[in-house]
T-cell receptor, first 113, second 117 residues
Framework: AQTVTQSQPEMSVQEAETVTLSCTYD???????LFWYKQPPSRQMILVIR??????QNATENRFSVNFQKAAKSFSLKISDSQLGDAAMYFC??????????FGAGTRLTVKP | DAGVIQSPRHEVTEMGQEVTLRCKPI?????LFWYRQTMMRGLELLIY????????DSGMPEDRFSAKMPNASFSTLKIQPSEPRDSAVYFC???????????????FGPGTRLLVL
C-alpha cells in the first residue's frame, strides 16, 4: 500500500525563523510525484511546491524548499523567513502516473509574532 | 481562469435526504478528482475521472455514494440517502492529464461543507 506519513501533528515557529516539516512515504513505484499543499482556515487547498521523483535537484519556490531523499523516501518542506500568513495546515501528498493520489494526515503550523 | 468551481459551498440537510454536490473543473483539464476531508480520516480520494471516464472508485465509501461526469466541464457527487457520518468537506480537484511520465498538479476547488443532521 502506498502511504504518506507526517509525524508532526503540530509545529510552531517564530516569525522570521526557519521551520522544517517532515514527510515520509512508502511506495513501490519508480515514477511518481510529491507535493506540499497548504490549507489555511479558509480550507482552500493551495499548492506550495512539487517535486518529480526522477529529478535529483530539490525544488524551491521563493521561501519554500524541499529536501528530497529518494532512497530514504523522505520529502521534507523547509519554510524560511516564516511569516504570519504561513500559519496553516500543511499536507504532504504523493501521486503516481496513474493519478492515484494520497495525502498525509497534515501538520498544523503556528507562527508566533 | 476562474479555477475549479464547486457548488453549493455549504449544505445542511436531514438524514435520509439526497445530496448532490457539483463541480466545474478548469477548462482544458482532463482529470477530475473528488475528495472528502474529515477530522477523523483526513483527506481521502473518493473517485477520479480521466477524460470523463471513471478510473478508480475504490475510495467511494459505499453504494450510497455515486459520481458522474457527463461532459468535460461538469461533475456531480451524489449521496442518497445521506447519513450524519457523511458530514465533511468535499473537495473537487482537476488537473491536466498525466501522460508520458509528466506529473501534473491538482488544483482544488473551495470545497463544499456538508452537514447532515
Amino acid at each position: 500500500a502506498q502511504t504518506v506519513t507526517q509525524s508532526q501533528p503540530e509545529m510552531s515557529v517564530q516569525e522570521a525563523e526557519t521551520v522544517t516539516l517532515s514527510c515520509t512515504y512508502d511506495t513501490s513505484e519508480s515514477d511518481y510525484y510529491l507535493f506540499w499543499y497548504k490549507q489555511p482556515p479558509s480550507r482552500q487547498m493551495i499548492l506550495v511546491i512539487r517535486q518529480e521523483a526522477y529529478k535529483q535537484q530539490n525544488a524551491t519556490e521563493n521561501r519554500f524548499s524541499v529536501n528530497f531523499q529518494k532512497a530514504a523516501k523522505s520529502f521534507s518542506l523547509k519554510i524560511s523567513d516564516s511569516q504570519l500568513g504561513d500559519a496553516a495546515m500543511y499536507f504532504c501528498a504523493y501521486r503516481t502516473r496513474n493519478n492515484d493520489m494520497r495525502f498525509g494526515a497534515g501538520t498544523r503550523l503556528t507562527v508566533k509574532p | 481562469d476562474a479555477g475549479v468551481i464547486q457548488s453549493p459551498r455549504h449544505e445542511v440537510t436531514e438524514m435520509g435526504q439526497e445530496v448532490t454536490l457539483r463541480c466545474k473543473p478548469i477548462s482544458g483539464h482532463n482529470s477530475l478528482f473528488w475528495y472528502r476531508q474529515t477530522m477523523m480520516r483526513g483527506l481521502e480520494l473518493l473517485i477520479y475521472f480521466n477524460n470523463n471516464v471513471p478510473i478508480d472508485d475504490s475510495g467511494m465509501p459505499e453504494d450510497r455514494f455515486s459520481a458522474k461526469m457527463p461532459n468535460a466541464s461538469f461533475s456531480t457527487l451524489k449521496i442518497q440517502p445521506s447519513e450524519p457520518r457523511d458530514s465533511a468537506v468535499y473537495f473537487c480537484a482537476s488537473s491536466p492529464r498525466v501522460s508520458g511520465g509528466a506529473g501534473e498538479t491538482q488544483y482544488f476547488g473551495p470545497g463544499t461543507r456538508l452537514l447532515v443532521l
